[in-house]
């Protein structure tokens, strides 16, 4: 299907190849090479999960526009393609397709090499804090309704092993009891936002590590990528989901939990570069939840990442049986981690 709808958009020159790309677990995209040095990147975006396209298009299409008024340099904020016959993209019943140019001279990282890097990817998404702080988060949609209800998230967990229509319950007796006894303490930013305690903002909500563009020389943020989820939502979500994924020893899927490990140097690298970038325009009570944001994303995932197991992989893309669990399990890992240093953690936010 790639082949007769990479032909919808206006490309540069003749494509030559349209070949799989990137890491994703909902969407499928591709690199387009063409024929002259231009090369693109097309999504197919799952219309399963992200139910309204429209939104989600307007959306990444105010944030980009906004972004791009604050920096105006070529390849700082993703750019759409236009389709043949002038539109940004195409729904059709096997989902959205979209085409971005591609930003070249950049790098994208899975793990981070040094904590530098790391630092670099707090500085990004702590610059996307401060850019977007002036545009009223009103005016976009809720591209997936309830995506950081973290109590909603439990009780599909729940429902999810109440069901347990693959018969798998058992083995995820251990992870499952460890959740639950967290449930009440997981609902807390949520409780703290409908309180009215902590403001809604323009968040990202999936500030991993490999949705920040670096450059490629010098390291410096080039580009913020994914753009699929912004919404309205907490700082302290986009804090802790990218420490979440970023400031572990191994990748979210590492099966051998000896290697996964929450490392305390990357934690402190992303968030100097964080509030180095945002600091001014938090609360106190934002900063504050700032730790906390970092568990609660990482037991949200757990309990994502299992319900999805229990559930027969219907949500996340797996590549191997027991996917989804290996990946509950890393999570679970780095909570364990979160918990134990937590007063070291907090001492060391606060001396930032
Ligand atoms: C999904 O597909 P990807 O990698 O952009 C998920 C995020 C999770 C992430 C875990 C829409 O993101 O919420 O944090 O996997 N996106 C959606 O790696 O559910
Ligand atoms: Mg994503």
């Known amino acids: 299907m790639e082949e007769i709808m ?8 003749r494509v030559i190849a349209c070949v799989p790309f990137g890491s994703g677990h909902i969407n499928r995209t591709w690199l387009v090479v063409t024929n002259t040095p231009r090369l693109y990147i097309m999504q197919q975006v799952n219309t399963q999960i992200f139910r309204n396209p429209d939104g989600l298009m307007n959306n990444i299409l105010l944030v980009t ?14 750019a759409l393609v236009d389709t043949l016959d002038g ?3 195409i729904t059709r019943e096997d989902g959205l397709w979209r085409m971005y140019d591609y930003v070249a001279g950049g790098v994208c990282l899975e793990q ?10 707090g500085k990004a998404f702590g610059q996307f804090q401060r850019d977007m702080a002036d545009f009223p988060a009103e005016k976009l949609t809720e591209a997936i309704p309830g995506f950081h209800d973290t109590p909603a998230r439990f009780e599909a967990l729940r429902r999810a092993a109440k069901a347990d229509t693959m018969g798998r319950a058992a083995q995820a007796a251990a992870e499952l009891d460890f959740l639950t006894a967290r449930e009440e303490y997981a ?15 323009v968040t990202h ?43 572990s020893t191994a990748a979210e899927d590492e099966p051998d939990l000896s290697k996964v490990h929450l490392d305390l140097r990357l934690y402190e690298a992303f968030a100097r570069g ?11 009570a934002e900063r504050e939840t700032l730790a906390d944001g970092a568990r609660i994303m990482t037991l949200e995932l757990a309990s994502r990442f299992l319900a999805d197991y229990l559930a027969g992989d219907t949500y996340f893309h797996i590549d191997r049986e027991g996917h989804n669990l290996d990946r509950a399990r890393t999570q679970i890992a780095l909570v364990k ?15 930032i």
């Open 205 to 247: 909500n999936d500030t991993k590590l490999n949705n920040v563009m670096l450059d490629g020389e010098t390291h410096e943020p080039k580009c913020i990528l994914d753009l699929d989820t912004v919404m309205p939502g907490l700082a302290a979500t986009d804090f802790g989901d990218a420490i979440r994924f970023g400031a």
């Open 6 to 13: 990479v032909r919808e958009f206006h490309t540069e020159g």
């Open 337 to 351: 981690d979160m918990e134990e240093h937590d007063a070291e953690i907090r001492r060391m936010l606060q001396s």
């Open 187 to 201: 609902g807390m930013l949520t409780r703290l936002q409908r309180a009215g305690t902590l403001p809604l903002r």
């Open 274 to 284: 964080f509030l180095g970038a945002c600091g001014g325009s938090l609360t106190e």
């Open 65 to 78: 526009e906004h972004l791009r008024r604050k920096d105006p340099a070529p390849g700082r904020v993703m």
């Open 112 to 121: 981070a090499e040094t904590t530098e890097d790391f630092m670099m990817s």
């Open 87 to 89: 539109r940004k993209y």
